[in-house]
């Protein structure tokens, strides 16, 4: 099983390698895992269960010696089967609860939300961290509705125990925000991926969140 680390780390990097090409993909992967204080979501939909065991070897193999927590999107069979840290929920995924009877406690679940509301009751049945949003425009959320604004991360806080993660439109410049409002950390896809040198995106999400993370 990969390694948990706690407190958890306050870069949350999730997988599209739709947006490079799978080979550009691993070869970013490859660069940016040195990098302290991530964990990865790998998050690939559109795969059959054999390509995405295989991709999630892949990346396991990148990220293992790094000591960098992989998470696997809604599969649970996958994260047994692959040794993975554990698995990331989506809102239409089971039952917290359900899968935290799957897996028992060694394992990290993660959950979306798109309320503040929402936190407290995954808590309470099982997740070890929350991923809200859109706190920030972003078209990739826009079917979750209206962004939230920092002041959910906020709510979010208030509400529960557990790190609360900030995503949808996040770059270095808003991370203060969502930090002063209490977030554990933030979710990123395309301004790691798109960038134009992602290593250098990921050293100034790190040098940001350390200010608030030391």
């Excluded at 490079?20 to 269960?49: A, C, H, N, W, Y």
């Excluded at 809102?91 to 407290?120: F, N, Q, V, W």
Aim: glycine fraction near 8%; proline fraction near 8%; include cysteine.
């Amino acid at each position: 099983m990969s390694v948990i680390t706690n407190p958890l780390p306050p870069l949350y990097v999730v997988t599209d390698r739709l947006r490079t090409g799978e080979d550009r993909f691993l070869s970013i992967l490859e660069d940016i895992v040195p990098e302290q204080g991530m964990m990865i979501q790998i998050r690939e939909k559109d795969l059959d269960t054999r390509s995405l065991r295989r991709f999630v070897e892949a990346v396991h193999q990148l990220a293992h010696p790094f000591r960098v927590p992989c998470l696997i999107n809604d599969r649970v069979d996958l994260v047994l089967a692959t040794g993975a840290a554990g698995v990331h929920l989506r809102a239409d995924s089971m039952p917290t609860k359900e899968a935290r009877k799957c897996l028992g406690d060694g394992y990290l679940i993660g959950k979306s939300i798109h309320s503040a509301e929402e936190a407290l009751p995954n808590e309470q049945e099982g997740a070890d961290f929350v991923v809200l949003g859109p706190v920030y425009e972003t078209p990739s959320k826009r079917q979750y509705g209206p962004p939230l604004g920092p002041d959910a991360i906020r709510e979010a806080v208030r509400h529960c125990t557990i790190p609360v993660y900030a995503i949808g439109g996040l770059t270095p410049a808003r991370v203060e925000y969502v930090m002063a409002a209490g977030a554990a950390g933030v979710a990123v896809i395309s301004s790691i991926f798109q960038a134009a040198s992602p290593r250098e995106a990921v050293t100034t999400y790190s040098t940001q969140l350390c200010q608030w993370r030391p």
